[in-house]
């Protein structure tokens, strides 16, 4: 049986595990949005979408609450984070990203993260990539910087959590993530408070990793003497690394296509990626590459806009027609031009982000 690890590098790959341990439901038809991260089923489960459902449809307002820790450079696998931000902004949501300086201090060892500066230090590089993505400054917060009240709220949460429900749940109770994880619970809740947009549901978009962090967060929220809704979950799956068995992660830089990489480091690791394709020549145009193994054509899938053309290419692969080579120069000349393009959006946003975070 899989353990769910929220800090872990291992990829989630046991669904019909989680589904059945947890309680999560399988995404159905009748709930998908038009974005391409549900129509290629990327979106796999969901904990009360149908009330976000409902406010989107009926064009009121709902929260779209999401954050990630300032512990490192940001990811393609931090960008569909982002994306699916930006989907819910522009249907009309009340929107908040948690840049977590604080978590990424608490939560991460010393060799890591040492002090809280340079825990700042990584949240203005991620704001400012935050920014490049297509955030503006409105919809971001810095956790060391929020008001006092969401501080006394996260302090509130506290008191309705105990230290056997945390190990239960987490399997340890180390005290800096202890601490990092009242906080997210007070950043998945704290819109809701009178003082800011008051009760709604709200939506967070995660890996099914996170979900001892929504199940405690959901249970937190029954249980407050406020007016709050049960926050919503969506959950995608886990985006691959560049090699088979871990997800992108920061905390291991060869399994990443990271925001900031230099274009020709960039270019290597899609041509050293993990292939779908056959050892030889005649065996691939006989027998064809293997979409479902191929890690190239999944971070095409997490991030290609276009499905059409990107279906056009799966089925040249995968009947052979396309070599390993060539799915990987398509690939090139996606991602290339456009980290290019974002690594020069997010230097113009640097002083901003400097603002934002320190000002």
């Known amino acids: 049986m899989q353990e769910i690890d929220p800090w872990g590098n291992l990829k989630v790959s046991d669904y019909e595990h989680v589904f059945k341990e947890f309680g999560l439901k399988q995404f159905p038809d009748s709930l998908k949005l038009n974005h391409y991260l549900f129509e290629r089923n990327i979106i796999v489960a969901h904990r009360d979408f149908d009330k976000v459902a409902k406010r989107i449809e009926s064009k009121k307002p709902f929260v779209n609450i999401t954050g990630i820790a300032a512990s490192g450079p940001y990811h393609l696998g931090h960008k569909v984070d982002l994306d699916l931000f930006n989907f819910f902004k522009k249907k009309g949501a009340k929107n908040y990203f948690a840049v977590s300086d604080l978590d990424a201090f608490l939560s991460r060892p010393d060799n ?95 890996g099914l990793d996170q979900d001892p ?44 296509i990271f925001l900031s990489d230099d274009l020709k480091e960039a270019e290597k690791k899609i041509k050293k ?27 095409l899938k997490f991030h290609y806009p276009d499905t059409k053309e990107l279906e056009k290419i799966g089925k040249e692969f995968a009947s052979g027609e396309m070599l390993a080579s060539g799915l990987k120069q398509f690939a090139i000349d996606f991602f290339i031009p456009f980290l290019k393009e974002h690594q020069k959006n997010a230097k113009s946003n640097l002083k901003l982000a400097e603002k934002i975070v320190n000002g």
């Open 112 to 206: 890591k993260i040492p002090d809280l500066k340079t825990a700042k230090k990584w949240a203005v590089k991620n704001t400012a990539d935050a920014l490049a993505l297509g955030l503006s400054k409105s919809d971001i917060y810095v956790q060391s910087k929020k008001e006092n009240r969401y501080y006394e709220f996260a302090f509130e949460l506290s008191k309705k959590i105990t230290k056997n429900t945390f190990e239960a749940v987490y399997g340890h109770v180390d005290l800096g993530k202890v601490g990092a994880n009242f906080l997210q619970y007070a950043d998945i809740l704290h819109p809701q408070l009178e003082e800011f947009e008051g009760s709604m549901p709200s939506i967070t978009g995660i």
């Open 213 to 256: 962090h929504a199940r405690l967060t959901r249970d937190i929220a029954k249980r407050l003497p406020y007016k709050i809704e049960t926050p919503s979950f969506i959950y995608f799956k886990h985006q691959s690394g560049l090699q088979p068995g871990a997800k992108m992660s920061a905390s291991h830089p060869e399994t990443a």
């Open 273 to 299: 990626a993990f292939s779908g394709g056959q050892p030889t020549l005649e065996e691939h145009r006989e027998k064809g590459g293997n979409l479902e193994i191929d890690l190239v054509y999944e971070m």
